[in-house]
């Protein structure tokens, strides 16, 4: 859907993405009885406890390590869609037979990080566990502590990566999306980053209108772009209130971006979704940004990753919500074959999810399908299937429902039990399959077998986290549910009232889509963003 009209009366596709040099960015159906208002806004559960603890550097000569990564998941595409829409479970019936991991450097184990970013090492611990806001209330603690600092492989300068800003809901200045590479304004030379932000959000067809929403109705900036860390910002101010609750944020790099334009919805069935009473076809437009990081321990225990969902159907369905969305549970992961069953994992103090999951490779798995000739980009294949729900403050009425899953090909991490210890995850580098002992042979492996040893962040590694594809399936508002609502930054809670730390969500029910259980469709089966860019792990 094209040229839609926002309440500022500029048309989406018209409405370019903002770039703010530094100097000057700166600017300030029925729910349950008694209705949503009667409602009364309740803590979340106990399972929130204490905070997470922060990670240990994973490689002290990695800089980037340092940071907080927060969520990481990568894939080789391509879970089989049956027909288009159903999903095989990736990995499930893989035939590659190796017996034994080859040797290579162990990766030292970690504890993963939920507190500081891997980009910038706080200079000291945050008070109040981790919930107080330090520095410059103008800016975000996403800006000042968990913004990019180059690696030696890096050719742009902190100050301009830091020139790309998005006000968000708060006022607050936030990092948000830029290309890999740019002009650098200074020298007048291409120049990269090292990372990728995904799908130019500004090819969104509610590009304008998803950005409406999130800039604070009296700027004087105009819409400035997706802003990056909004949701732990919340949590921070959510937190100084609820006692024990765990902090979470993350890394910068791991932000992307997903697009999908015109989508034709298709029912469980494989019946297209039609508007009642006519043969029109519910066409939808998304506009997502996940936190998805493929590079540390983090996801491999943490199961909370920030995301920003947007969708606008022609049947009047709207959602415009940001959560620290949670992809199955805390302390646990799941495996890429055999049983596909749970790993237990240790460190994190999230709470436990509604559903999903993330399938993340692990050794056994990598021993079996991404070893010897018979390797596989398959057997590093993750997926994070979401499942995302925003509920009333009585903790069982349900507004709105929305789970899309995210795959990554080319993580820069898998698991690796023996470089774990009681209190940490460790994790291994795919790259290094390439050498030693029954080493992998196949593609991409065989791309750089015949160079020496590469270090996992060197651009040359086809291991850079930047191959995603993602699929889209339920997309529900309950009928009767206010336009705006107020959360936690989880999603629960939901009052027509703000509250201190809460996050404003926008809900609208559709003709169509209200009753309608999808069919699950694939994007992006052959997206690579980091292809002749300078993008390198941890990306």
């Known amino acids: 859907m094209k040229n839609h009209t926002n309440v500022r009366g500029e048309s989406d596709a018209g409405t370019l993405r903002r770039w703010h040099p530094l100097a000057g960015a700166i600017a300030a159906g029925a729910l349950a009885a008694g209705g949503l208002a009667a409602l009364s806004l309740t803590a979340p559960s106990a399972q929130a406890l204490e905070p997470a603890p922060q990670a240990q550097q994973a490689e002290a000569t990695a800089a980037a390590e340092a940071e907080d990564d927060s969520q990481e998941a990568t894939a080789q595409h391509n879970?089989?869609?049956?027909?288009?829409?159903?999903?095989?479970?990736?990995?499930?019936?893989?035939?590659?037979?190796?017996?034994?991991?080859?040797s290579a450097?162990?990766?030292?184990?970690?504890?993963?990080e939920a507190s500081a970013s891997p980009e910038s090492t706080p200079t000291a611990e945050p008070s109040h566990e981790g919930h107080e806001p330090s520095g410059d209330s103008q800016y975000s603690t996403a800006y000042t502590e968990r913004n990019w600092t180059p690696t030696a492989y890096d050719t742009c300068s902190k100050e301009l990566h830091a020139s790309y800003t998005a006000l968000g809901p708060d006022g607050k200045i936030y990092p948000t999306w830029h290309p890999a590479q740019v002009t650098d304004p200074a020298t007048g030379t291409l120049c990269t980053f090292g990372h990728e932000h995904g799908a130019d959000p500004a090819s969104s067809d509610i590009y304008g209108w998803v950005v409406d929403h999130l800039t604070p109705e009296d700027t004087d900036g105009g819409k400035t772009g997706i802003p990056f860390g909004y949701a732990s910002e919340a949590l921070m101010t959510y937190g100084a209130s609820h006692e024990g609750m765990a902090m979470r944020h993350e890394d910068n790099a791991g932000h992307k971006i997903f697009i999908a334009n015109d989508v034709q919805l298709i029912d469980e069935f494989r019946d297209w979704v039609t508007i009642p009473g006519t043969q029109e076809i519910v066409t939808c437009d998304f506009l997502i940004k996940q936190h998805q990081g493929s590079w540390s321990p983090d996801a491999t225990s943490?199961?909370?990753?920030?995301?920003?969902?947007?969708?606008?159907?022609?049947?009047?369905?709207?959602?415009?919500s940001t959560t620290l969305s949670k992809f199955g549970n805390s302390n646990e992961f799941h495996q890429t074959c055999g049983t596909l069953g749970p790993v237990a994992t240790v460190g994190s103090k999230l709470p436990m999810g509604y559903g999903g999951l993330?399938?993340?490779?692990?050794?056994?798995?990598?021993?079996?399908?991404?070893?010897?000739?018979?390797?596989?980009?398959?057997?590093?294949?993750?997926?994070w299937k979401g499942e995302n729900k925003i509920m009333a403050a009585d903790g069982q009425t349900e507004l709105a429902h929305f789970d899309p899953w995210f795959g990554l090909r080319n993580p820069s991490?898998?698991?690796?039990?023996?470089?774990?210890?009681?209190?940490?995850?460790?994790i291994s580098r795919p790259v290094d399959l390439a050498w030693g002992d029954n080493a992998a042979t196949t593609y991409?492996?065989?791309?750089?077998?015949?160079?020496?040893?590469l270090n996992w962040q060197d651009p040359a590694s086809p291991f850079d986290g930047a191959q995603r594809d993602f699929y889209l399936t339920q997309n529900k508002v309950a009928a009767g549910t206010p336009a705006t609502v107020y959360t936690d930054p989880y999603g629960a809670g939901a009052t027509e009232t703000e509250f201190p730390g809460s996050i404003r969500q926008h809900l609208v029910s559709g003709s169509a889509t209200t009753t309608a259980n999808l069919s699950t469709q694939k994007f992006d089966t052959d997206a690579d963003y980091g292809h002749n860019n300078g993008?390198?792990?941890p990306n």
Do not use: F
């Open 302 to 320: 943490n199961n909370a990753h920030e995301a920003i969902y947007a969708s606008r159907c022609s049947d009047g369905t709207e959602i415009i």
């Open 413 to 426: 991490r898998y698991y690796n039990p023996a470089n774990s210890t009681a209190t940490t995850n460790g």
């Open 444 to 453: 991409p492996w065989n791309t750089v077998a015949a160079s020496v040893p």
């Open 105 to 112: 450097t162990p990766e030292p184990s970690t504890t993963p």
């Open 358 to 383: 993330r399938q993340i490779p692990d050794a056994e798995c990598v021993a079996k399908n991404a070893t010897g000739n018979a390797a596989s980009l398959w057997g590093m294949y993750e997926l």
């Open 535 to 537: 993008v390198h792990a």
């Open 79 to 102: 879970p089989a869609v049956d027909s288009g829409h159903g999903v095989h479970a990736p990995g499930a019936q893989e035939t590659a037979a190796a017996e034994s991991l080859p």
